[in-house]
Every structure is written in C-alpha cells, then in structure tokens.
C-alpha cells in the first residue's frame, strides 16, 4: 500500500508544477535568508553571512532537482524535456528533419501496404461468429462438392453442427433498368445459420426463401444498385428474369468471408431461374461450423468415411477429402504467399535503404555538434543521458515518417482495392483491403524499429565522443572512428540501392520486353464485351442461333470491321486442354497415357483469325458449313501441325480427342480444315504451344466473350455493341466493355513477379 500511495503522490506531483517550483524557490530563499540573519547576528559582515549560509545550504540547484525528483516521475519529466528540446533541434535542422520525415514515410508506407495485403491474406478472420470453429471441406484438395454428394456429408456426418454449401453463379440482374450482368452468391439454406454472421439491415435468408424468395445485398452491391438508400430493403429485383425480393444489407467486410470471391448479393440455391435441387448437377464449396471439441483431422476423418459408404454403393474406391480454415485462398494460397513474400523482402530492403541513409545523415550532422556534446559532458551529464536524448530525436522523426507513412498506405489501400474490384475477372475479386488494429500495430512496431535502425548508431557515436578531444580541429571533423563508420553506412547503402535498383531494373525491363514481345496477334483496337448465355437457360441450338444473329447485328455497325465470339480470352491465364490422336495411331496402354500429345483448345466463331489479325498460312476459316449435324472440323496451329504430321501439310487430315477411358477412348473425328500462326495463348512468357480451334457451333459454351475490332471510338463503339445485343434478346447481360490491351495486361503478372 505504500508503494501505491508513493505512486500516487508522485503522480500527482505531475501537475501544478509551475506553481510548486515557485513555492520552492520561495522556501528556499526564506530559508536561506535565516541563515544570512543568524549569521549577522553572530557578529560576520554581511558578505562573510552570505558566503557561510551558501556553504551550509549547499548547491540550491541540486537541492530543487533532489526535490523535484522526489516530487514526481523523472523519467516522465525528463522525456518531456527531451521531446521539447528534440522539436528545437528538429526545427533547427529542417531539410535534414523533412528529408527523414518524407523517406520513411515512403518505406514505412510500402511496408504497411504490403503488410495490410498479408493481414488480410493470412491473418485477418472473417467476421463471422467463433470463426476458429468454421472450415472448408472440398474432394481431393479443392474440387467442389457436387450437391448430392453434400447432402450425403450434411445428413450423415457427425462432426459438424452444421454443413452448407456456397458457390458464384453469373446472373442476369435488373434493378428498373436493363439487365446487367452481375455476380451472386449461391447458397444453401443453412449457410448463414452455420456462419453465425451479423446483420446490418433486414435480415439473412434461409428455409423460407423456397416460397418467397430472397436477396441479400453485400455493401458493395447496395452502394452501387441502390447508392446506399436505406429503403432498398423489400424492393423488388429480377434475376434471370424472376422476381425476388431484397431481404437484408450485409455488413461491411462480410465478402471476406468468400475470399477471394465478392459477390455483389447472396441468392438461395435452389431460387428461381436456378437448377432445382433434385435435378442439380452444380457444385460447391463446402462450409461447416464444428461441433465443440471436434478437430479439423477428426473432421476429416469423419467425412472420408460419409465419402467411402456413398462411393462404394456405385462400386467406386473412395475420394480423399481436405479441410481449411475458413479463410483459406484455395489453390491460390501458394501463389499468394511466394506474390507478398517478395514483395515483403523488397520493401523490407527499401526500408532498410532508407534507415541507412538517415543513419548516415545523422552522423554527417552530429559533426557539428560536438561542441554541443563537449559542453554537456563538461557540465555533469551522462552518457546514457545524451543517449536517450539523441534517440528521442529519431523517434520524433520516426513518429513523423509513420504518420505521413499511414496516410499513404491508407490512401494506396484504398486505390487496390478499387483496382482489384475493377479487373476484368469473370468473377469479381475483393481482398477487403483495410486498416484495423494488426495493421495499426504494424506502423507503431514498424517505427520503433526503425529508430532503433537509423537512431542508435549516431547516438552512441556522439555519446562516446571524448571530452578531451572535443575541441581539436581533427575531433570537429569526425574523427577517423566517425569516418569509419560512415564510410561503412555509405558501402552498405550503395550495395543495397545497387541490389535493388537491379531487381526493379530486371522487372521493368522484363515487362518493357513482354510489352514489344511478338504475340502473333494483334489486341490494338480490339473491344471485348463478355456474356453469359446461362441465366437464359439456352441449349446448344439456342445458343448458337443467338451468336449468329448478335454477330450480325454487331457488325452490321458502322465503324467496326470485323467481330467474332469465342469462349476462352487470349492472354488471360485461363485455357483448356485437350489430347489428342491422329489417324492411324494406336491407342496406347493405360500406362502410357501421358505420353499422348496434349494441346490448348478454344472454341470461337468465324472470323476469329480476322478480327485478331492472326494469318491462316493453309485452309480456310470456320463458315456457316460447320454446325451441328455437319462433319467435326478443326483448325491447327504450326506447332501441333509439326508435332503430328512433320513434314506434311495438315490439310485434309483427321485426328481425335482422346477420353482417357478404356471402354470409350475416343471423341469424334475432327478433319483439319486450316492451319494458322503460331501466337500466344494463355500468356505472354510461354514457348509455342501446340493448339487446336474448334468452331463454336460444333463445341457449344454459355460463357462467352464478343471480340469486335473498330475503326470509331471506344466510346461510340460500347454504344452500339449494347444496342446490338440488346436488340437480339435484351435480358442477355453484358459484363463491363473493355480494351483487349486492357483485359490482357494480366498475363504480364509472371514477368512482373
């Protein structure tokens, strides 16, 4: 208890402190006074009274700081004095005090960038309820769920409270205007039962969504449908050209929970203008919430042997299961831990490059303070005194440097996380780029340690500087101890801006090189609208009658020259394979199956070649002979022409797709109609690659994307691809118009990394 009312007293000695000093020097000098008064009344002279009461008083600036110390916290008063002399000095030397400020704002703020994209990676849970109890399950490593092999898991499983299933589904979303396309998520009508999420308005859907249905708005979706409007809730919107009803606004963040997915609203699985459950063959991502005390392993376990009874009823061996922690990135968890990891290491260089020059900064100005430090010294101060005084300073820069750091890291979040929305993914993307309490620990962690980077040097340094020397001329140089280490600071500095300036020499040239690289086609003004034929429910025939007519109208436009469909985007790190075998070749044992010749493949319309300026060196193109019912045709590239015919013209020949099954190993035969360039496929680094077209009306898709080479204005050009379109069926969706160049500039992610 004494301790604590010492503790107290001391605290309280913290304020009034002007007004005790006072009252101070006010008893001190009364008690100094009566000693003057006795002494003169003893018989000395007025100057031998005052020299005797000076003697037995005693030194009466070290009697205020006895007192003083005894008084309140030194160690508080002390760091306020250093901090208000620091702030002179800073002031004193302001180019030196904005040059660190402004570099370690850079460094600071690239770490915290990078850090603020690891958290939310890596570290950040989802805002769900115990989200510690909630995993991912998937077959094999991450292959969806099929719905009934779900239900299998959710009925028979005994190590989940709870078990649903979610995935993104394309939709045709109008909202009072015309129909757009747009993103949803599909979900079973447990999903949010098992997440425990919370609410920000209305409420989540559920069981009775299968009568009435319901539409959960995510933050991103209500700002830009509704603009925020708080009365969206029990509005009415068509999806797939069905009513259903806006039930509820998720909170802030809540797309986290589905990353890297953001869907723009939540929609029952089984709603309307989706497939009905019995007759579902979709699939999902499996969701669960574990039963207190179950581990992911037991999970796991448990659901192997829910797999093995089902299988081994269709007289199959039994699939692996995995389960995650809720907020795993999938297939993309290693991709994204090399991506920050390097980029970690590099602003951790940066950083380090930056503290290093104000380390030698300092030092370059504490030359000219060892007069300073000379005096002190001389008059009874410590070392560690000086040293904690000149550490004060880089902390006030650090301080500094991590505010103005913050600020462009907050500013820079805000940016990538409007450009990831905006990339031209078939599936939109957030990452809930955001400042909480990790990335705030961060910035002060971050400045503590950079102080201790570029602080402590020059703060031992000039405390150890001898008082001796201080005044000699070779002294108020440097030294050749200082010149030693400066010198090293300088070495060090060089090598690591050398190191650095190279690895972002090699990157920029890297994508200077992949921007004149030869790609064997020609994006330059090219317009790309992507569409869902999906949410109309089309069959192939139906398909292929809605991309005859819309590339009539597109181009019968003017200013566009040529336009085609394809199902598959050059250079947009995305492709499909397939294996091939020519005529006459003999189908070889299952245990030489991989040394079959495997090629990329894309289906696309007439006109493909043209559009995109790819040359056809032999043949022709795909034409209103090849549709369904006619011969299979194909078109090859020179690679795969060289692979199966050396030396021969392809022209004429035949080849087949090959099943990989010893009951049916082959598809149809496909006669080889034309023969084109060889051009870059799926990214801008590949070597050539063996490929094969398909035309579209033989090898049907519902994901689709328009190509439509221009000779007007993008502007003008969107325009008039809308009204195309919308004039052959207008709840067909049209997912955002693009440049080519634009949607391409993905596949120059690799040399960028």
Known sequence: MRRWRSLGARLAGLRGRAQRDAELDREIASHFEMHVEDNVRAGMTRAEALRSARIAVGGIDAMKETYRDQRGLPVIENLARDAQFGIRMLRKSFGVTLTGVLSLAVGIGANIVIFALANALFLRQP?????????????????????????????????????????????????????????????????????????????????????????????????????????????????????????????????????????????????????????????????????????????????????????????????????????????????????????????????????????????????????????????????????????????????????????????????????????????????????????????????????????????????????????????????????RLRAGLMMAQVAMSVLLLTTGGALLAGLFDARTLDRGLNVDGVLTAALDLSVRGFDPQQGARFVESALERVQAQPGVRSANIVKLVPMMLSNNTVTLMKDGQQPPLPSQWGRLESAYSNAVSGGHFRTLGIPLLAGRDFDGRDHNGKPDVAIVNETLARRLWPGESPIGKRMHAFNYDEKNPFGPWLEVVGLARDSKYVSLIEEPKPFVYRPLAQSYSAQLTLLVKMDGTPTETHRLIRGAIRDVDPEIPIQGISTLIEDTAISLLPLKI
């Open 127 to 483: 805002p769900i309820g115990d989200p510690a109890r909630v995993v991912r399950a998937y077959e094999g490593r991450y292959s969806n769920v099929g719905w009934s092999h779900y239900e299998s898991y959710r009925q028979q499983n005994g190590a989940f409270e709870s078990l649903a299933l979610f995935q993104m589904a394309p939709i045709s979303l109008r909202t009072g205007g015309e129909a757009e396309r747009a993103s949803a998520m599909t979900v079973s009508a447990n999903c949010f039962e098992t997440l425990r999420a919370p609410i920000a308005r209305g409420r989540w859907i559920g069981s009775r969504e299968e009568d009435a249905p319901g539409a959960v708005l995510s933050q991103a979706g209500w700002r830009k449908r509704f603009g925020s409007d708080p009365e969206a809730v029990g509005r009415t919107i068509r999806i797939n050209g069905n009513p259903y009803t806006i039930v509820g606004i998720a909170p802030e963040g809540f797309e986290a929970t589905f990353a890297p997915f953001a869907p723009e609203l939540w929609i029952p699985w089984n709603g309307p203008g989706m497939a009905a459950p019995r007759n579902d063959n979709r699939s999902g991502h499996m969701i669960g919430r574990l039963k207190p005390g179950v581990s992911p392993q037991q999970a796991r376990a448990d659901l192997m042997r829910v797999a093995a009874t089902f299988e081994r009823a269709v007289g199959q061996d039994p699939r692996p299961v995995s389960v995650y922690p809720a907020a795993t990135l999938g297939e993309l968890e290693n991709f994204a831990t090399v991506f920050v990891g390097l980029l970690s290491v590099l602003t951790g260089m940066l950083l380090l490059v930056t503290c290093v020059n104000l380390a030698t900064l300092l030092l370059a100005r504490g030359s000219s303070r060892t007069n300073e430090v000379a005096t002190r010294l001389a008059l009874g101060a410590g070392r560690s005194r000086l040293i904690v005084q000149f550490l004060t300073e880089s902390v006030l820069v650090a301080i500094a440097g991590a505010v103005c750091g913050f600020g462009l890291a907050t500013a820079a979040l805000r940016l990538i996380d409007s450009a990831i929305a905006a990339l031209p993914t078939p599936i939109p993307l957030g990452l809930g780029l955001a400042v909480d309490w990790r990335v705030a620990a961060f910035s002060a962690a971050a400045a503590m340690l950079t102080t201790l980077l570029f602080g402590l040097a020059p703060a031992l340094r000039l405390s150890q500087l001898e008082l001796a020397d201080a005044f000699k001329e070779r002294s108020a140089s440097g030294g050749p101890g200082k010149s």
